[in-house]
């Protein structure tokens, strides 16, 4: 995935940085696991720091991370804060940050429902950048 969005010629102008985040990357995730005979398979967040300010808008911000993820991925899903990716492997959570005051400073993820920029400050473990 990484390597397609810094590929992209429309997308890569726009593009900061890439990185996972969340249970995945720090070895807590519980799954894949085992629920009524179905297989739930990893959760992946993949933060997608993205060079817009806070004045853009949340849900245009989104639709355009889906469509470039659709020119790759047969399973893209607009969430309210991300882009939902399913494969066999995993489930990935595609989260749009934006960073107006740099990654040292408050970041942002978009929600569709609220219309606006949430504060956010996931943590940056970078070992995993491989995605």
Known sequence: MRDFLWGHE????????????????RN??????????VTDH??????VVMDFGLAADPEEVLNFL?????????????????????????????????APYGMDSTLHLPDRKLKQWRETNPPVTRPGRSI
């Open 66 to 98: 889906c469509r470039v993820l659709k020119e790759k991925y047969s399973d893209v899903r607009k969430q309210s804060r991300s882009a939902g990716i399913r494969s066999e492997a995993a489930a990935m959570d595609v989260v749009p940050i934006i």
């Open 28 to 37: 807590t995730a519980v799954r894949p696991r085992v629920k009524a005979g």
């Open 42 to 47: 990893p959760d992946v967040d993949v933060i």
């Open 10 to 25: 429309e997308f890569k102008e726009l593009l900061d940085d890439v990185f996972l985040s969340g249970s995945y990357i």
